[in-house]
């Protein structure tokens, strides 16, 4: 009987909290926010493609500056310039030109023929001028030439090296004719309209050496410059 007392003061006197402590709730751990996407990257522009093009060129002056006519065994020193009419042609290119950087270009022209029109000489004091009619001479060139390229974002400067392979048919003469290449030089400035169109003004003089022989008279017209300007159009692939 003692007992039984003793244990119902004990609960009596102990708080209800004690005597039954419930076991805590967990806490919920909050969802992890999640980290933004990165920004997708614009595309960039393919730098290395092959081009075709086409070219548009103005009037053609061929220049030899140091001539030596040989006549009946006496020399006479001299100089020798032809024009040509305006001639077009085609373009083939491999090219890597990325945007702000250096790059290159690397190709091939195909010249049209073009017809001299005039042509002036002086040689022992005296100058001749002479204006072609009927059978005219005329011209024609490939041209292997690489240039570096610095680039912008649209705008561009070519410039480098060419090497001619020319080919001279002349008019109403009975001289034999030999000609051959030299080493130019050509610059510009383009603009690159989309990814796949472009333009360029472009200065370009080729190199050749060019010799005449006739029954009588020796000709050596030596290294001379067809100079001309160029407007390039080039289309991307």
């Excluded at 093009?53 to 310039?81: H, W």
């Amino acid at each position: 009987m003692k007992s039984l007392f003793a244990t119902l003061l004990l609960f009596a006197l102990v708080p209800p909290a004690l005597a039954q402590s419930p076991t805590p709730a967990p806490t919920a751990t909050p969802a992890a926010t999640p980290a933004p996407a990165p920004a997708a990257e614009a595309p960039k522009e393919r730098a290395r493609r092959f081009v075709v093009g086409a070219y548009y060129g103005g009037t053609d002056t061929l220049t030899f500056r140091e001539v030596q006519v040989t006549s009946g065994g006496s020399t006479d020193k001299g100089e020798a310039t032809f024009e040509s009419e305006p001639n077009l042609g085609l373009i083939l290119e491999y090219r890597q030109m990325p945007q702000q950087s250096w790059g290159f270009q690397a190709g091939l022209i195909i010249e049209g023929k073009r017809d001299f029109t005039k042509a002036k000489s002086t040689s022992g004091g005296t100058t001749t001028e002479v204006t072609y009619t009927g059978t005219r001479p005329n011209y024609r060139q490939e041209v292997l030439y690489a240039n570096a390229v610095y680039k912008w974002e649209q705008f561009y400067i070519p410039f480098g090296l060419n090497y001619a392979i020319p080919h001279f048919t002349p008019g109403q003469t009975n001289s034999t004719f030999t000609i051959r290449g030299q080493v130019g030089v050509q610059f510009g400035l383009g603009f690159q309209f989309t990814e796949l169109f472009g333009m360029e003004l472009m200065a370009q003089a080729t190199g050749v050496n060019l010799r005449a022989v006739s029954s009588s008279t020796t000709v050596e017209y030596g290294d001379g410059i067809m100079g001309s300007g160029r407007l390039h159009a080039k289309f991307a692939f």
